[in-house]
């Protein structure tokens, strides 16, 4: 049975990782504009505020780790109030050493290591709307020890160095939405997830995507009604059920077509379509263009 959670992170393609440790003394604060790009730290010691748009502030304490899918504005302080200093995270060149906010002399209140990477997916912002906005875990000792091997083969220049990056981004990113709460989560794929009878679902649609599902063939691996799994299942997900099916076709097929090397038949086989036109006809409604043309203009990728 195919594991929803991890193909949704496979297909983002995480990528281009760069980190930096972070260090604050005295009283300090600094406002970072939207940036877009997800983003990561983990707390190596002290503690800090952090309050992003749109959230309650928390207070991060050593061993914490935090993801934000898509990065948005955001001040981070010390314990003790101070004016934030405007940065914008889009215009900063990337420093050589570490960063310190606050009095630069003597030894820091707060440590942490934090960075940032990019999605490869065409179809990233899907992928990124079924994951929460911020993700804050506690006391998940691996994930310390994960951001550290990220930064280690981030800052060396080793064979395959890439190829490590992208997998050890994989292995984080599911390690830290194993940890994340899922009581009170928002419309995604975690809360879904959490729903042990919509699991099986999504473990069914995710396992076949090619069969011609239909919302009561769905609703029996829930063990639902037909009304009772719509409901759940689109308050779950924040989709209805042939909604989500559709855009997780698409974003296969996109993939498969970036890879230059699969036949139109075939991805429209492998999407559930009994012909290449009917699934063109498709494809062309719902991405605003035709299969070829998308193709033809995108840059290959290599799974």
């Given amino acids: 049975m195919v594991d929803p959670l991890a193909e949704v992170i496979t297909l983002l393609k995480p990528r281009a990782v760069y ?5 604050g003394a005295g009283a300090w604060a600094v406002r970072y504009s939207e940036f877009g ?6 707390m190596l010691e002290g503690e800090c505020v952090l309050a992003v748009d749109g959230q309650e502030p928390i207070t991060l304490l050593a061993g914490d780790f935090l993801l934000m899918p898509a990065t948005p504005g ?3 302080s010390g314990v ?3 004016a934030p200093v405007f940065k914008d995270p889009k215009l900063m060149p990337a420093p050589e050493g570490e960063i310190r906010h606050g009095d630069p002399d003597g030894p820091p209140d707060v440590r942490m290591l934090g960075g940032y990477f990019a999605f490869d997916s065409p179809d990233a912002a899907l992928m990124v709307s079924l994951l929460p906005a911020l993700l804050h875990v506690r006391g998940v000792g691996r994930l310390p020890m994960l951001v550290q091997l990220v930064r280690e083969e981030s800052i060396e220049e080793r064979p395959g160095r890439e190829l490590v990056l992208g997998r050890l981004i994989e292995v984080l990113l599911i390690e830290a939405l194993r940890g994340a709460p899922t009581e009170g989560a928002p419309p995604g794929l975690l809360r879904a997830l959490a729903d042990t009878r919509l699991a099986a679902a999504m473990r069914h649609l995710h396992g076949d995507p090619a ?3 239909t919302v009561l063939e769905l609703a029996q691996k829930a063990a639902l009604s ?3 799994f719509f409901e759940r299942f689109s308050r779950a997900v924040g989709l209805p059920p042939m909604e989500y099916l559709l855009a997780w076709r698409m974003a296969m097929a996109k993939d498969l077509l970036r890879r230059k090397d699969v036949a139109l038949a075939e991805v429209a086989e492998r999407v559930g379509y009994s012909s290449a036109s009917t699934f063109s006809t498709a494809f062309s409604r719902h991405v605003g263009q ?10 290959p990728v290599f799974a």
């Fill in 19 to 23: 980190s930096k440790v972070i260090s």
């Fill in 37 to 42: 790009q997800p983003s990561f730290c983990t």
């Fill in 74 to 76: 955001f001040t981070m």
């Fill in 80 to 82: 003790a109030s101070a």
């Fill in 211 to 213: 069969r011609a599902w």
């Fill in 226 to 228: 037909r009304s009772a």
């Fill in 290 to 299: 035709a299969p070829g043309q998308y193709a033809r203009q995108q840059q």
